[in-house]
């Protein structure tokens, strides 16, 4: 099985900048969808933003449309998701997951998702 690492989490002010890595190891991740997910405490894991198995499309939450992008380097096998202008209710542990589907188109249903990293927090202050 494919093992997922999350990096670059961390504490930042409100309007800050974050970068996250997934680094995937064990096998190629570059034919399947790739996404981001994220729990805030007391709440259930919520879809933040996802990627086709090519990079060619990608769906965000409207929550963070427009400030966060994910993009993917399949050479790398690594899939990030770029932060800006950080509000205090982004605070949340993110994870990232491999899809299912080979040549899968990007997803929102965490059930399309068999793979999953342990987590990296983000936490954003007033």
């Known amino acids: 099985q494919v093992q997922l690492v999350e990096s670059g989490g961390g504490l930042v002010q409100a309007g800050g900048s974050l970068r996250l890595s997934c680094a995937a190891s064990?096998?190629?991740?570059?034919?399947?969808?790739m996404g981001w997910f994220r729990r805030s405490p007391d709440k259930e894991r919520d879809f933040v933003a996802s990627?086709?198995?090519?990079?060619?499309?990608?769906g965000y939450a409207d929550s963070v449309k427009g400030r966060f992008t994910i993009s993917r380097d399949n050479a790398k096998n690594t899939v990030y998701l770029q932060m800006n202008s950080l509000r205090p209710e982004d605070t949340a542990v993110y994870y990232c997951?491999?899809?299912?589907?080979?040549?899968?188109?990007?997803?929102?249903?965490?059930?399309?998702?068999?793979?999953w990293g342990q987590g990296t927090q983000v936490t954003v202050s007033s």
């Open positions: 997951a491999v899809g299912s589907i080979v040549g899968g188109d990007w997803s929102r249903d965490m059930k399309q998702y068999n793979h």
């Open positions: 990627i086709s198995w090519s990079g060619g499309t990608t």
């Open positions: 064990g096998r190629t991740t570059r034919n399947y969808p």
